[in-house]
């Protein structure tokens, strides 16, 4: 009997993998991002709390929240609020890897899910694909970051300025709430600050603010 040649994979490879299959399934449906996300910055919140703030059934909500649970990235917790009992969501990212890296994260899930209520990323993603919303992401950083200008992001992205304009306002919003939930800005610090009433306007509300 032949012997199986060793194993090349990393001791991690399993969970890379399993990460980006989440990820993926994130990305396949924005309401489910959405719940996900407001999760995510609202931990630990309930069921009941994230379906107001994202205005959903209470159907879909606790449909959603099982399947967070499923995919291993939303745990039901033994404590109540409310007499609902209160759930935790927990960060997920990876690396997808072409001929250019991007990281994919928290951040790039929420933007996604922003998708179904706004109507500047909406427009986005039609005339351009859902594949752009990475690029415009993480342009939209380096803008944040100081290094680059709206107009900038047009001239690197090839789109109109005001359109430039239109969906990087709609994402660092998404971003400035999300950030400090997302492991792959864990490092970054911001220029630019976003104004509280641009703040008020995003999809994602923390609600101890």
């Known amino acids: ?10 001791p991690d490879a399993g969970q890379t993998a399993h990460q980006f299959f989440v990820i993926q399934e994130l990305l396949r449906i924005p309401e489910l991002a959405r719940f996900y996300t407001d999760l995510l910055v609202n931990s630990p919140t309930t069921v009941v709390a994230a379906r107001d703030r994202q205005g959903l059934s209470k159907s879909t909500a606790y ?6 649970s499923e995919l291993g990235i939303a745990t039901e917790l033994d404590t109540y609020e409310n007499g609902s009992s209160l759930w935790r969501a927990d960060p997920v990212s990876g690396n997808w890897t072409d001929q250019t890296t991007i990281e994919l994260g928290p951040v790039l899930i929420a933007v996604y899910g922003a998708t179904s209520v706004d109507d500047d990323l909406e427009l986005f993603v039609d005339r351009h694909g859902k594949a752009a919303l990475a690029p415009v992401v993480m342009a939209t950083i380096e803008y944040l970051k100081g290094e680059t200008t709206r107009r900038g992001v047009a001239d690197d992205l090839d789109i109109p300025a005001v359109e430039a304009i239109a969906v990087t306002q709609a994402i660092e919003r998404i971003i400035t709430v999300v950030k400090d939930h997302d492991p792959t800005l864990e490092d970054v610090s911001f220029d630019v600050d976003v104004h509280d009433r641009a703040l008020d306007q995003s999809p994602y509300q923390r609600a101890d603010e």
């Open 1 to 10: 009997m032949s012997k199986a040649p060793p194993s090349t994979q990393s």
């Open 63 to 68: 449909k959603y929240a099982n399947t967070l």
